[in-house]
């Protein structure tokens, strides 16, 4: 998630209800010294509800706009794939140009407007898929799986003495960011190294899930961009100025899993989108 912040990218966080995807976003945002809005994904949610609408004021005879929850900083959008596709891809626009358009009229967001969606896994009932389009819109996708053993106890035992984790005001978050030093933190990536080597192993990361044979839609030229942009995310963050391939290996799975589409005879067969990415990366030469 920090890794998706810094980059100016979105992230996409999927798992099971109950496994602390929402609570995750949300304690982030208490971290940030911005606005954070949320909107809870249901059925009958409409674009509108998302982006706002231009309302007509009888006494100054003209329209002005009653903007919508996306003008904000930091958007959670919980459960986003329980509406239809129709008002899922009213973000289409928001998270790839920073600006919506209403009524004919142009409107920017903010310069650090980052989406952090939440869905739940497909096979779910009442989910919708996400379009391909907006999927690859989301830098990472982010699996949320069930707690350790250790981690779910101290749960028990912080509600037990009546600390519940969800109650975030009483926990003591506070404010470690501002909106200049985000800005400015994401300014340093461009002070980030990738030596050519690396930028030549992860173009053929990329290019070779075009090839394989278990996939009929590979990553495309926005993969690279994403895979080289949260390496040098992930370097700055462990206080580096240089990538590694070792950066670029943590990464590929959550830039480019949601990426691909399998082939038809690859589902049945079982194969995971995380084994395929295995095989690419076994096939190719690591730079030193």
């Not at 340093?188 to 192993?201: D, G, T």
């Not at 990553?219 to 949260?230: E, N, V, Y």
Request: charged fraction near 20%.
């Amino acid at each position: 998630m920090l890794t998706a912040l810094l980059a100016g990218g979105h992230a996409l966080l999927e798992g099971v209800p109950g496994t602390a995807k929402t609570l995750s976003v949300r304690t982030l945002a208490m971290t940030l010294s911005c606005r954070a809005k949320r909107i809870q994904f249901t059925p009958d949610l409409m674009p509108s509800d998302i982006l706002g609408t231009t309302v007509f004021t009888p006494g100054a005879n003209e329209f002005h706009l009653h903007q919508g929850p996306i003008f904000t900083d930091l958007l959670l959008a919980d459960e986003i794939n329980r509406a239809p596709a129709k008002t899922q891809s009213a973000l289409l626009e928001a998270m790839s140009e920073q600006h919506v358009t209403i009524d004919g009229q142009r409107h920017l967001l903010s310069p650090v407007f980052t989406v952090f969606a939440t869905q739940n896994p497909v096979e779910f009932e009442g989910t919708y898929p996400l379009p391909e389009a907006q999927q690859d819109r989301f830098l990472i996708k982010i699996p949320v799986d069930y707690p350790d053993e250790a981690s779910e106890r101290q749960l028990l035992d912080a509600i037990d003495q009546g600390h519940p984790p969800d109650r975030l005001e009483a926990s003591g978050i506070a404010p470690v960011l501002t909106l200049d030093q985000l800005t400015a933190a994401r300014e340093n990536l461009a002070k980030v190294r990738v030596e050519p080597a690396i930028v030549e192993y992860l173009l053929k990361l990329v290019r070779a899930t075009r090839k394989h044979e278990s996939v009929v839609l590979g990553a495309g030229p926005r993969a690279s961009i994403s895979l080289l942009t949260c390496g040098k995310a992930w370097a700055l963050i462990h206080g580096r100025d240089f990538v590694t391939p070792d950066d670029i290996a943590r990464l590929v799975g959550p830039v480019l899993a949601h990426r691909l589409t399998l082939s038809a005879d690859a589902e049945v067969a079982g194969t995971r989108k995380a084994e395929v990415l295995d095989q690419i990366m076994d096939s190719l030469e690591v730079p030193r």
